[in-house]
Structure formats: C-alpha cells, structure tokens
C-alpha cells in the first residue's frame, strides 16, 4: 500500500580509475609483479578498476620507505603529529558522503550503514587518536618521568605490518592506522583484495593532509602478499584482522622473532534475551546484531540464546519484524540487507546454510526475492538448533542466525561460553543485578547490555580465546603500538 | 458494552498486575529505532502518496481561548477544500474544536466528509470530577461531535490507581453513546494520554493499554499544551500497543499523535512509522490522525512543488 520509490544515492560522487598502482613513499608507483586483478562490484559483478597485487619486491619497498620515514617521524613532538592525524580526521569529515558510496560500491554493504555508521566511525577513531598523540606520557602505562625520578617513556615500535578484511574496509584501516601514527609508527597496509578502493582513496587523503611520504604505505592485494608483509625482516609490529585460521598461520610464523603481534579473530557471539527483557527493543538488537552488515561482523550476535518462557513469543516478533527488511541495491538509501561480498563467501554461507539443514535445524526466510545479479543471500533463522551443531559452532560470516533455548541463567551462561571464541556477547534483561551477574561470568571481550553492535573509538575491543589478542580502540589500544624503557 | 480484556480491570490490583506485566520499554532501543525509521528517504511517487494521505489523516485543530465561531467556520472550509485553487487536494479527516463551538463546527461541515471531533473532559488538564467530565461529553455528543477527543486523568495514572482512570475513560465512552457492543453508532473516543507529562516509555505503554481495554478508539499522544508533546519514540510505543493488542484481541485501535507536527518531512516520517511498525493496515484515517494546524499548508506547498516543480510563497496558501 505504501511502496517506497527508489532513493538511490548518486555514484557520479566518485570517481574511480579504471586502474591502480601502489602508494608507496607518497607516490604512485607501478607493481614489480605481473598479478592484476578486477575488484567488483558484489552487487552487480561489473567490475570497477584493476588492482595490482604487490609482489615481495614491492613489500620489500614500501617497508624500506617505512623505515626511512621511521626516523623523522618519530621524532616529530606529539603535537606535530597530532596536527596531521586531526587533519585526516577533517578530509574524511569532508568526502565522507564520496567515501560511503565508495565503500558500498566496493563492499556491498548498504548506503544507510556505510554512510551512517561506518564513515562516522572512522572520522572518530581519527580524532580520537589524534588527541592522544601529545599525551603518550599520560596514558597510564606509568608515571611520567620528571625531576630526576624514574619512569615509563613510551616509544613507538618502529613498521608496522597491517593486514585488514573486506567486512568493514575504511573502518579497520582506520582502526589500524590511527593509533600506529598516534604512537609515532610508521604503516604498510594491505587492504583485502575484494575491498580496495577505499584504501587508495584513503592513500590520496594522505596526500592531501601533507602527510610526509612513506609514513603510510598502501600495499594492495591477496594472501602471498599479506603473507610478504607480515614475514618481511623489516617489520616490527604486526596487526591482523581477519580468520583465525590465517590468524593461527601468522602467530605460528612470527614466534621466536621479535615482532610484536596483535590479532583480532573470528567469533560466534551468543546474545541472550532473558524472559524480562524488553521485547521490542530486544528484536531490534537480534536483528541489529546479526542482520547489520549482512552478518559480515566478527562480533555478529550469530547465536541467539532465548530463554524458554518466551522464546515462542520472541520469534513471532522477530519473524514479524524480519519481513520488513529490504533486501537490494546497495546504493539505495532505504536499503536495510545489502550484497553478500563476494562468490566464494556466498558458497561458504550456503555451505554451512546446507549443514544445518541437513544436521535437522530448522530453516526460515521471508519471502525475499533476491536480485539476478550479484551475490545475495535472504535473512535466515535456524530455529531447534543444537550446541553439537555445525551452524552453532563454525562462524557462518553471513545473515544467518542460530536460535538456541536455555531454562536458567547458569545454563546461559555456560552454553554462551561453551565455544572456541570469545569476542562479543549481549544480553537483554530489565533487571540490573541479572545483568551485571552475566556480564562478569561471560567468557568476552565485549558484552553488550541491552543492545548489540555498538562501537566507539574510547572503547576497548577484542577477544578472548581463539578470538585473538590485544585490544583496539581506547586507552588499550596504544599499547599495541608502544613500548615502554624506564628513564 | 462489553471491551476485550475487561476481566483484568475488576480490581485495582488485577489492573495493575497486567499493566506492569508488560515487557518493558528500553528508551535507548526505542529512541534508536525511531531515529533509524527516520532516516527512511521518500521521494517522486512514494512522496505524492504519503503528501495526499497526510492531508486525508489531518485532524484540523483551534483549541484557543481566543477561538470564535468566525475562526472556526474558517477552518471548517479550509478542511473541507484545503487548497481553493486546486480541487484534486483531498480534504482534511476531522476539525477538532472545544465543546462550545462544536455546534458552529457542524453546521459549516453540514453535507461534507469532514468530522467534527470535540475535546472533552476539562481539557487540557483533566482537574474536574468526573460528573463534570461525563456531562461535558454528553453536550458534545449532543451538539453534533462525531469524535470525542478527551484527556485521562494523569495525577491519578501517576499515583498507581489505575482503575479510576480505566473507569473514567469507560464512563466516558458511555456518555459517546451507541448501542452496540463496542458503542457502535457513538461518537469516536480518542484517549489522550499527554504523554508528556507520563514521561517514561513504560508508562505511555501501559497507559496506552489501558486506554485500548477501557474501551477508546483512539489513543493519542498529547493536548498540544504540554512539551514535549508528540515525539517519534512515543508514537512507535503506541503504535507497538496497538498491533499487539490486535493480535491479542482482534480489534484494531487507532493512533494519533498531536502536537509540534509541522513540516512535510515529518508528517512522512509518522507514516514510515506506521508503515513498517503497526503495519499498512493503520495507513487510513480510520486508524491514524495527525493532529495539526500549520502541517495543513506545508503539505499543500510540498504537493504544489512536487506537481509545478516550484515552490509558491505562504502568501498562495490560505490561512485558515
């Protein structure tokens, strides 16, 4: 009765060429290799540019450019630095409406989310460090040495290795970037080789901050060259977004050498909805909590554990509430479901989707039809879904939840931590003292109350377990870039 | 007359168990998911829809001291043909006016579509006795008001005694008249809950049940005296309310939120509210009214800009 019209946001924003080289010491500058790849558009499979995939020639040259900036930019005063990071923080500010349909033409990921969740994220994370980068010496790793008394002066690490995913590209390279520069480190960066564009077009908001060349590197491209970066000599520090099973392959590698190392893995989040929980609400954080992104979320609230009593109830909302999703165009501004990023992690997805059927879940969608084009996968619910199933161990990375029912708070608990990872959980209770008696027995690095999914550059976010270790954001996440010498 | 779930209002305390067995409301969801609705963009086709249906939900108010019957005879041919210069703009749903001029409101609207709705019950506050209260309704009733407009009693809400204001909404829906079951062949009741001043999201949601069991309607948000008066997360309760409690009983209840709606923009954002919450049943004016009396003009400039592609000054708007 109330059909909405199209609202498409306009791509002739950006401006995207037909093809890119590296950014290495401030330039542009060809791939030594021969590897050149399309990245596409998930949506639609046109292909947007062709992306050089970095050889260890071009690893081996962008570290030594970081290593040379190293020296001058370390040395620069807090202050100075900070004037540089506050002014990449204002240009995103500026062409976050360009940056946003970038990042949906590239990832998938609806214009809504890009444009309202994931730039202003990134803008804050920047300011947010920027503030730091004079007050080092305040952050609580010791006292700040003065008068001939002892204490902790912490000094940057010197390259740092980043590796980040295709989930949320501008957001995890902001994630990377902004404290490494904050501590005085110099970068090189891989993006993932389906999400690059925003990386480059962060590499020209370099350019035009003033930057000094070589303190951001943008090495693009897949698994041999991540896998260059992270073993190349050159490199002090290594960060690493992404699964736990490359994760587990980087940590094996770097062992017995002095690289520091954090890594931020997979996760299979419980979210508990407890019988005196706020219904309404507690719909909107399921839905929020593994439809967002299209459950291309590391901390996805992927299993849902609902007590009981109510658990009848609870998904007739949430079945009543998910045939209101709009499934489609990324670029459309009422967009809530966008595309799956890309073919081999819709294959995975139906795998796994295929599993749990098979296993003796039960499968339900809304009536959703999908697009010809593109890579698209419906909401889906698994409801009598069991702790021994696949579905409710392996980390699906897509819009599927696992619905399982628990009677008591202990059994919460205990099914909620009964799994390998450990990186966000949420729980949905009106009482207080339920809330915090939960919170401090879940085995997490983040536990949301009463809402999922919510992210702020002063919060410390990480994993327990196989979900990795070291922490980002906040206070926490200087001292994966720092080291410490008693003066 | 007999109202769904009546068996839980035979005590004080029966009343108040159902009440507070509600789920809770968490003013962050809340507030969060109005906000998001909000960010719904309607544009070409969708927007001339929602701008026509608007103008068909408008409850057009003067709820003024210095209100006369010039002023109101003038608002009645401003609902009825809200634009002189184009006879494709629908009219208004309702004029809603105070109880002495009801009786000018109905003849002006004498052979039209348009409704004479009549506040009631001591508003804007509600301080009288109840006596006072059911007379008042009565005259309205009398004097020709289609829809009775009237205000619960919010000290009594406030205090726990949730039966004496169950008992006043249905005295007053007796004193609408109407023989049948629900008061069919009586004047409309909209409850006006005056949300403002019950403050929580818990509240208006229990209030707003207990206005749907006592027999309105109608619930509404406010009297358009109190601020904050209608918001977006308010109205979203309300709206949960009555798709609920239509689940649960069959009968669908209308939702009007009043007060500080002004622009196109937001008017549409109410109706996206509607849309995807109680669902596309509730898009009639039978089932929600915006209550308002600037909106009428923004809404005729939107739809004139939509059609000339240019926007006329106010001065190519009738005032009243």
Same mark, same amino acid.
């Given at each position: 009765m109330?059909?909405?019209?199209?609202a498409?946001?306009?791509?002739?924003?950006?401006?995207?060429?037909?093809?890119?080289?590296?950014?290495?010491?401030?330039?542009?500058?060809?791939?030594?290799?021969?590897?050149?790849?399309?990245?596409?558009?998930p949506?639609?499979?046109?292909?947007?540019?062709?992306?050089?995939?970095?050889?260890?020639?071009?690893?081996?040259?962008?570290v030594?450019?970081?290593?040379?900036?190293?020296?001058?930019?370390?040395?620069?005063?807090?202050?100075?630095?900070?004037?540089?990071?506050?002014?990449?923080?204002r240009?995103?500010?500026?062409?976050?409406?360009?940056?946003?349909?970038?990042?949906?033409?590239?990832?998938?990921?609806?214009?809504?989310?890009?444009?309202?969740?994931?730039?202003?994220?990134?803008a804050a994370?920047?300011?947010?460090?920027?503030?730091?980068?004079?007050?080092?010496?305040?952050?609580?790793?010791?006292?700040?040495?003065?008068?001939?008394?002892?204490?902790?002066?912490p000094?940057?690490?010197?390259?740092?290795?980043?590796?980040?995913?295709?989930?949320?590209?501008?957001?995890?390279?902001?994630?990377?970037i902004?404290?490494?520069?904050?501590?005085?480190?110099?970068?090189?960066?891989?993006?993932?080789?389906?999400?690059?564009?925003?990386?480059?077009?962060?590499?020209?908001?370099?350019?035009?901050?003033?930057?000094?060349?070589?303190?951001?590197?943008?090495?693009?491209?897949?698994?041999?060259?991540?896998?260059?970066?992270?073993?190349?000599?050159?490199?002090?520090?290594?960060?690493?977004?992404?699964?736990?099973?490359?994760?587990?392959?980087?940590?094996?590698?770097?062992?017995?050498?002095?690289?520091k190392?954090?890594?931020?893995?997979?996760?299979?989040?419980?979210?508990?909805?407890?019988?005196?929980?706020a219904?309404?609400?507690?719909?909107?954080?399921?839905?929020?909590?593994?439809?967002?992104?299209?459950?291309?979320?590391?901390?996805?609230?992927?299993?849902?554990?609902?007590?009981?009593?109510?658990?009848?109830?609870l998904?007739?909302?949430?079945?009543?509430?998910?045939?209101?999703?709009?499934?489609?165009?990324?670029?459309?501004?009422?967009?809530?479901?966008?595309?799956?990023?890309?073919?081999?992690?819709?294959?995975?997805?139906?795998?796994?989707?295929?599993?749990?059927e098979?296993?003796g879940?039960?499968?339900?969608?809304?009536?959703?039809?999908?697009p010809?084009?593109?890579?698209?996968?419906?909401?889906?619910?698994?409801?009598?879904?069991?702790?021994?199933?696949?579905?409710?161990?392996?980390?699906?990375?897509?819009?599927?939840?696992?619905?399982?029912t628990?009677?008591?708070?202990?059994?919460?608990?205990?099914?909620?931590?009964?799994?390998?990872?450990?990186?966000?959980?949420?729980?949905?209770?009106?009482?207080?003292?339920?809330?915090?008696?939960?919170?401090?027995?879940?085995?997490?690095?983040?536990?949301?109350?009463?809402?999922?999914?919510?992210?702020?550059?002063?919060?410390?976010?990480?994993?327990?377990?196989?979900?990795?270790?070291?922490?980002?954001?906040?206070?926490?996440?200087?001292?994966?870039y720092?080291?410490?010498?008693?003066? | 007359?007999?109202?769904?779930?009546?068996?839980?209002?035979?005590?004080?305390?029966?009343?108040? %168990? *159902? #009440?507070? =067995?509600?789920?809770?409301?968490?003013?962050?969801?809340?507030d @969060?998911?109005? &906000?998001?609705l $909000?960010?719904?963009?309607?544009?070409?086709?969708?927007?001339?829809?929602?701008?026509?249906?608007?103008?068909?939900?408008?409850?057009?108010?003067?709820?003024?001291?210095?209100?006369?019957?010039?002023?109101?005879r003038?608002?009645?041919?401003?609902?009825?043909?809200?634009?002189?210069?184009?006879?494709?703009?629908?009219?208004?749903?309702?004029?809603?006016?105070?109880?002495?001029?009801?009786?000018?409101?109905?003849?002006?609207?004498?052979?039209?579509?348009?409704?004479?709705?009549?506040?009631?019950?001591?508003?804007?506050?509600?301080?009288?006795?109840?006596?006072?209260?059911?007379?008042?309704?009565?005259?309205?009733?009398a004097?020709?008001?289609?829809?009775?407009?009237?205000?619960?009693?919010?000290? %009594? *809400? #406030?205090? =726990?005694d949730?039966?004496?204001?169950?008992?006043?909404?249905? @005295?007053?829906? &007796?004193?609408? $008249?109407?023989?049948?079951?629900?008061?069919e062949?009586?004047?409309?009741?909209?409850v006006?809950?005056e949300?403002?001043?019950?403050?929580?999201?818990?509240?208006v949601?229990?209030?707003s049940?207990?206005?749907?069991?006592?027999?309105?309607?109608?619930?509404?948000?406010?009297?358009?005296?109190?601020?904050?008066?209608?918001?977006?997360?308010?109205?979203?309760?309300?709206?949960?309310?009555?798709?609920?409690?239509?689940?649960?009983?069959?009968?669908?209840?209308?939702?009007?939120?009043?007060?500080?709606?002004?622009?196109t923009k937001?008017?549409?954002?109410?109706?996206?509210?509607?849309?995807?919450?109680?669902?596309?049943?509730?898009?009639?004016p039978?089932?929600?009214?915006?209550?308002?009396?600037?909106?009428?003009?923004?809404?005729?400039?939107?739809?004139?800009?939509?059609?000339t592609?240019?926007y006329?000054?106010?001065d190519?708007?009738t005032?009243?």
């Amino acid at each position: 009765m109330f059909e909405y019209a199209p609202a498409p946001e306009s791509r002739d924003i950006v401006d995207i060429r037909p093809s890119y080289g590296l950014f290495i010491n401030g330039e542009w500058v060809e791939s030594q290799g021969d590897e050149r790849h399309k990245t596409i558009n998930p949506a639609t499979e046109e292909a947007l540019a062709e992306i050089s995939w970095a050889s260890e020639a071009d690893v081996d040259r962008a570290v030594q450019a970081a290593r040379k900036a190293f020296t001058t930019w370390s040395a620069l005063p807090g202050a100075e630095r900070a004037k540089y990071i506050f002014r990449i923080a204002r240009i995103i500010q500026e062409r976050a409406r360009e940056l946003a349909v970038l990042e949906s033409l590239d990832n998938g990921k609806p214009i809504r989310e890009s444009r309202d969740v994931d730039l202003p994220l990134v803008a804050a994370h920047f300011f947010y460090y920027a503030g730091w980068a004079d007050k080092l010496a305040y952050a609580g790793f010791g006292p700040r040495p003065a008068n001939g008394q002892s204490g902790a002066d912490p000094r940057p690490l010197g390259v740092a290795g980043q590796v980040i995913p295709w989930n949320f590209p501008l957001l995890m390279l902001a994630w990377k970037i902004a404290p490494a520069l904050a501590c005085g480190n110099t970068v090189v960066l891989k993006p993932a080789e389906t999400t690059p564009l925003t990386a480059l077009a962060f590499a020209e908001i370099c350019r035009q901050a003033d930057l000094p060349p070589g303190v951001v590197n943008i090495v693009t491209g897949a698994g041999a060259t991540g896998a260059a970066l992270v073993a190349h000599p050159g490199v002090d520090k290594v960060a690493f977004t992404g699964s736990t099973e490359v994760g587990r392959q980087i940590a094996r590698n770097l062992a017995g050498t002095r690289k520091k190392l954090t890594l931020e893995l997979g996760g299979k989040a419980a979210n508990i909805v407890f019988e005196d929980a706020a219904l309404d609400q507690a719909v909107e954080g399921i839905v929020n909590g593994i439809f967002f992104n299209q459950g291309h979320v590391c901390c996805a609230g992927s299993r849902l554990l609902v007590q009981e009593s109510i658990a009848g109830e609870l998904l007739d909302a949430l079945k009543r509430r998910l045939a209101t999703l709009r499934l489609g165009d990324p670029l459309d501004k009422n967009t809530d479901i966008g595309a799956i990023n890309s073919a081999a992690q819709l294959a995975k997805i139906r795998e796994l989707s295929a599993a749990g059927e098979s296993e003796g879940a039960e499968r339900w969608s809304p009536s959703c039809p999908l697009p010809d084009r593109g890579f698209w996968f419906p909401p889906t619910v698994f409801t009598g879904v069991a702790q021994s199933h696949r579905i409710a161990r392996e980390e699906i990375f897509g819009p599927v939840l696992s619905v399982l029912t628990f009677r008591t708070p202990a059994e919460a608990v205990e099914k909620a931590n009964n799994t390998p990872y450990g990186l966000s959980a949420g729980v949905w209770t009106e009482k207080g003292s339920l809330m915090l008696w939960t919170a401090s027995r879940l085995r997490a690095g983040v536990v949301w109350s009463n809402t999922f999914n919510r992210f702020d550059p002063a919060s410390p976010f990480g994993g327990y377990k196989e979900s990795g270790y070291g922490r980002e954001g906040g206070r926490h996440g200087l001292a994966a870039y720092l080291d410490w010498k008693l003066a | 007359m007999t109202t769904p779930l009546a068996e839980v209002a035979t005590s004080n305390a029966s009343l108040r %168990a *159902f #009440l507070h =067995g509600l789920p809770g409301v968490d003013r962050v969801g809340a507030d @969060a998911r109005a &906000a998001m609705l $909000g960010t719904r963009s309607i544009k070409t086709t969708a927007k001339r829809q929602a701008i026509d249906l608007a103008v068909r939900m408008v409850d057009l108010t003067t709820l003024e001291g210095a209100d006369t019957p010039g002023k109101v005879r003038a608002m009645c041919a401003k609902a009825v043909r809200p634009d002189p210069a184009d006879p494709s703009v629908p009219s208004a749903a309702a004029v809603c006016v105070y109880p002495d001029l009801v009786a000018t409101a109905v003849q002006a609207l004498r052979g039209t579509d348009v409704k004479v709705a009549s506040v009631a019950t001591a508003f804007p506050s509600g301080r009288s006795s109840l006596e006072v209260k059911v007379a008042e309704t009565r005259l309205a009733v009398a004097a020709g008001a289609a829809e009775v407009d009237m205000v619960i009693d919010r000290g %009594a *809400f #406030l205090a =726990g005694d949730y039966l004496k204001v169950f008992e006043e909404i249905a @005295a007053v829906k &007796a004193a609408c $008249g109407g023989a049948g079951e629900n008061g069919e062949g009586g004047a409309h009741l909209k409850v006006i809950l005056e949300t403002g001043e019950l403050a929580t999201y818990d509240n208006v949601r229990r209030a707003s049940w207990l206005a749907m069991i006592a027999g309105g309607d109608f619930i509404k948000t406010s009297t358009g005296k109190v601020s904050p008066a209608a918001t977006l997360p308010v109205t979203l309760i309300m709206l949960e309310a009555v798709r609920d409690f239509a689940r649960r009983t069959g009968r669908k209840i209308g939702v009007k939120p009043a007060g500080g709606i002004r622009t196109t923009k937001d008017a549409i954002k109410y109706l996206v509210l509607v849309n995807e919450t109680a669902g596309p049943d509730w898009l009639t004016p039978d089932l929600f009214r915006l209550g308002a009396s600037s909106l009428l003009n923004d809404l005729l400039m939107q739809r004139q800009k939509m059609a000339t592609g240019r926007y006329a000054g106010p001065d190519y708007f009738t005032l009243d």
